[in-house]
């Protein structure tokens, strides 16, 4: 493995360099994306992680959200086997009421 540096260390004294180690395919994607593109590869690593992060920051929020809906009693769970037993046989007679005979 390999590492890419995401804190150039001439542009801000206050942070400190940051390794990323990854496996020689990875490396090897992304030397070719910034070879093909003419960016650097730490943009590339640094956009990528920057959407990770965002989208984990919505998942956890809209989880939480959730979550106190159902403690504050606001939504009532429903039984994950009596939905799908239900959505079949839904989609059963929705097959049946729209297959020629």
Request: contains cysteine; aromatic residues 8%; charged residues 30%.
């Given at each position: ?10 542009l801000?004294r206050t ?5 990323v ?5 990875i490396?090897a ?10 960016r650097?590869?730490d ?10 992060l ?9 989880l939480e959200?959730?979550y ?17 037993e ?6 059963e007679?929705?097959l049946?009421?729209h297959?020629?005979?």
């Amino acid at each position: 493995m390999h590492a890419v540096c995401l804190t150039p260390a001439f542009l801000l004294r206050t942070l400190k360099g940051m390794e990323v180690h990854f496996t020689p395919d990875i490396e090897a994607k992304l030397h070719a994306l910034a070879t093909e593109t003419g960016r650097a590869a730490d943009e590339f690593v640094q956009d990528a992680l920057a959407g990770y992060l965002e989208d984990l920051a919505q998942v956890r929020s809209m989880l939480e959200s959730r979550y106190d809906d159902i403690t504050s009693g606001r939504v009532k769970p429903i039984d994950g086997e009596a939905f799908f037993e239900r959505l079949r046989q839904r989609e059963e007679a929705f097959l049946k009421k729209h297959t020629p005979q």
